[in-house]
């Protein structure tokens, strides 16, 4: 990971850590495929085949957990378009979607 990115991350961490929030590896994994992809605005299903890459047994119930607490805590943006919900890094990425 470049440095800008590693700064990011250490930003996101510093996050959770602030909100009470253990940093486990599932989450790190997490945070990786938005920093990897930064102008990607990621569905459900395209976010759990990429962390999957990383950890084959991720499951849907502790995605779903880890979004809701990364757009809780302002490190995501939850966009929906049509019937689909899309994420994106919202601390650092000033460029939206629209519907």
Known sequence: MDKNKNDLMS???KTLKANGLKI???RQILIEVF???PNI???FDTLL???RKEWPHYGVATLYRNLRIFVDKGILSEN???NKKYYELKMFNKKKIHA
Request: glycine letters at 6%; proline letters at 0%.
């Open 11 to 13: 930003l996101i961490i």
């Open 24 to 26: 486990t590896e599932k």
């Open 35 to 37: 920093l990897k992809s």
């Open 41 to 43: 605005h990621f569905d």
């Open 49 to 51: 085949e990429e962390v």
């Open 80 to 82: 929906i378009i049509g």
